[in-house]
């Protein structure tokens, strides 16, 4: 059934269908917004509900994308897409086959794996609870403990980009350079490999500040002034310096961009150093992991 005229995009799937909801996103945002609706129909079971949901929804107007991972259901969905020639689209199905193939190996073809509690998940949960903790400064006398080190001047993205990098696992600390405030004497003692600092245009930075303003009152001061951001910058720029860090600008980029940029670093100068990981727990067991599980396998761009 239409709505407003626009088309239907149906994502359908086994388990929650949030994969192909993702790809659907990605592929929508290359058309006008609000073109199309999006619906989602998740935790499809049977046979009899598949078949339900696709006539019932059927139009000229309408695509369903589909993650199904139990074979008889994705069977079913092949057919009776065939059969009320809806246009539908397999998004898991031939990337999973694709690697059975070069792999030798069948595939576990079990609904909504990705979503189940492993070390993984605890290890994200351990990571963010230490960026939290030592986030803008704090606990400054445990910053030994931590992976990655983010230092720059107010509004360089240190926060964001902390909690980024902890949803992916790694213990991030951030610290900030703060003009008439000595810089921590326990930032020169971190491995310098593990710092990364912060720098931004300063023109863009006096945009982003000045837009932050009105909150802050009269304890702006020259917060927001040209000449004053540029000074900091200059300043922050000597203590990278003094520090020996690697210097990455996170200016006018996505997080994500950045992120994918200081873990390229990380891997390729502290990753082979790094210890293996703990050994996994006993066969069905899921547990914490040790305190500082190492070496991840980072992903690339386009992942």
């Not at 794996?113 to 351990?126: A, C, K, L, P, W």
């Not at 200016?251 to 210890?275: C, F, K, S, W």
């Amino acid at each position: 059934m239409q709505r407003d005229g626009r088309p239907i995009v149906y994502i359908l799937s086994d388990s929650l269908g949030e994969t192909a909801e993702q790809v659907a996103r990605a592929a929508l945002s290359q058309f006008e917004e609000e073109r199309f609706h999006v619906v989602r129909l998740p935790r499809v079971s049977s046979r009899g509900q598949l078949e339900g949901v696709v006539k019932g929804a059927v139009s000229e107007q309408c695509l369903f994308l589909y993650t199904l991972a139990v074979p008889r259901l994705r069977e079913s969905m092949e057919r009776v897409a065939r059969e009320t020639r809806v246009a539908a689209v397999d998004i898991m199905g031939p990337v999973v086959r694709a690697l059975a193939e070069i792999a030798h190996e069948r595939p576990r073809w079990r609904a909504g794996v990705i979503r189940q509690t492993d070390r993984g998940y605890f290890e994200r949960v351990e990571a963010l609870d230490f960026a939290v903790q030592h986030d803008d400064g704090r606990n400054i006398e445990l910053l030994g403990d931590a992976e990655i080190v983010l230092v720059g001047v107010s509004r360089t993205s240190k926060t964001p980009l902390s909690m980024y990098l902890a949803f992916k696992g790694y213990r991030v600390a951030n610290v900030p350079l703060v003009p008439g405030v000595e810089v921590p004497p326990q930032l020169y003692e971190v491995d310098r490999r593990r710092v990364f600092g912060l720098l931004i245009d300063g023109e863009l930075l006096t945009e982003i500040r000045r837009a932050r303003v009105h909150e802050m009152g009269p304890y702006a001061g020259r917060y927001a002034d040209r000449e004053s951001v540029e000074a900091e910058l200059e300043d922050s720029k000597s203590v990278m310096r003094r520090i020996g860090c690697l210097v990455v600008n996170s200016g006018g980029r996505a997080i994500e961009e950045t992120a994918q940029e200081i873990l390229m670093h990380y891997e390729n100068a502290v990753g082979a150093d790094a210890p293996s990981a703990v050994e996994p727990a006993g066969k069905g067991e899921v547990g914490p992991p040790a305190r500082r599980p190492r070496r991840r396998v980072v992903p690339r761009e386009g992942d």
